[in-house]
């Protein structure tokens, strides 16, 4: 009922940009934090920028100065634009969001909250 889809990874060289975007379709109703996060092979996933609806931001300390997340509320979307990348960036990048959505039941319409993910998408920095 609510996908997250995440477009933009691919291969560039150190030093080099790429932006991310992710968009939360379907029955939404509210969202609150939005998130990117990464996996790099033998690795833990890690926290790498979140940003509230408010606009307020949190970034991992190994990207502050390189790395910006953005929001933009009417489309439902979230952006991570990343500079000056370096080889040890390289990894799948996750979209999550703490989506409110509408349900139908026994009880009519009613909304209820989830930890949603996107697919991941591919980040490649070579050296």
């Known amino acids: 009922q609510v996908q997250l889809v995440e477009s933009g990874g691919g291969l560039v060289q150190a030093g080099g940009s790429l932006r991310l975007s992710c968009a939360a379709s379907g029955s939404i109703f509210s969202i609150n934090a939005m998130g990117w996060y990464r996996q790099a092979p033998g690795k833990q996933r890690e926290l790498v920028a979140a940003?509230?609806?408010?606009?307020?931001?949190n970034y991992a300390d190994s990207v502050k100065g390189r790395f910006t997340i953005s929001r933009d509320n009417a489309k439902n979307t979230v952006y991570l634009q990343m500079n000056s990348l370096k080889p040890e960036d390289t990894a799948v990048y996750y979209c999550?969001?703490?989506?409110?959505?509408?349900?139908?039941?026994?009880?009519?319409?009613?909304?209820?909250?989830?930890?949603?993910w996107g697919q991941g998408t591919q980040v490649t920095v070579s050296s």
């Open positions: 940003i509230t609806s408010g606009g307020s931001t």
């Open positions: 999550n969001a703490d989506i409110e959505y509408t349900t139908s039941g026994a009880m009519g319409i009613t909304t209820l909250w989830y930890d949603y």
